[in-house]
């Protein structure tokens, strides 16, 4: 089969375990959900990666830089592409889900905290996300023996990544935890539930500046938190 373009670019951090951080796994997920606001940015930072079947879920057409429009408040947009990797001498496949952060009336969307464990309007897009994705992997037919995962997101997004991550994490249905890399970023809080720290969860990295009123809501003094490993800017230097 034709490997696309740049297969060994990234390869050598995806040879590694997602349960150990990687900068050069950070710096491409920071550069994609800083991308995705926009889906025709998206999909040319994709393209120029080396990704294909690039499939785009709720973005509006009619976007600008200015003016962006959602469908649903309790939503959001993502977009899930693959990538041929060969990593040992075999390939497998990388499929990226970046997940689209704070957009119009979203913004209502994120004070909708709900009365249950996780956040309600979160935990909806979440739900969203995850059933384009099955979608996708059926219909991609990918092994899941050469199936590697990557989830991304900022702010709203990176809420919905972090719960999709969760997901992931306890059903192994397209790929084993190790591979399964999660970065997220100016991650809210997202669920009460105990055990987010857990080792089930080591592959999750959310990435935070301590100074940012997102990262810290809803208020952990409300009992909230976010799943996986919660790394800090440095507050100085």
């Known amino acids: 089969d034709d490997l696309g373009y740049y297969p060994n670019q990234f390869a050598e951090s995806f040879a590694e375990s997602s349960t150990s951080y990687r900068r050069g796994i950070a710096a491409l997920s920071l ?16 393209l120029n990666l080396g990704f294909f ?11 600008t830089d200015e003016v962006q429009e959602t469908l649903d ?17 075999e390939v497998c496949v990388l499929v990226a889900v970046i997940v689209r952060g704070t957009v119009g009336q979203e913004w209502y969307g994120n004070f909708n905290v709900g009365t249950g464990s996780e956040h309600a309007s979160f935990y909806q897009s979440c739900l969203d996300v995850e059933e384009r ?13 050469k199936t590697k995962l990557l989830v991304t997101g900022h702010s709203r997004g990176a809420a919905a990544a972090n719960l999709l991550a969760a997901e992931l994490d306890g059903s192994l249905t397209y790929a084993d935890q190790e591979d399964i890399y999660v970065y997220t970023y100016a ?3 997202v669920t009460r539930k105990s055990g987010t720290d857990s080792s089930a969860y080591d592959n999750i990295f959310n990435i935070i500046n301590p100074k940012d009123l997102v990262a810290c809501v809803p208020l952990p003094e409300w009992g909230y938190g976010k799943y996986g490993i919660t790394l800090s800017f440095p507050e100085e230097g």
């Open 73 to 89: 408040q309790d939503s959001v947009a993502n977009v899930v592409a693959s990538k041929k990797l060969i990593i040992d001498g």
């Open 31 to 46: 550069y994609l959900s800083s991308s995705v606001y926009r889906y025709d940015d998206i999909r040319e930072a994709l």
């Open 133 to 145: 994705l099955a979608g996708y992997m059926s219909e991609a037919g990918i092994p899941r023996e």
């Open 187 to 189: 991650t809210p809080n």
């Open 53 to 63: 079947d690039i499939q785009g879920y709720a973005f509006n057409p009619a976007d």
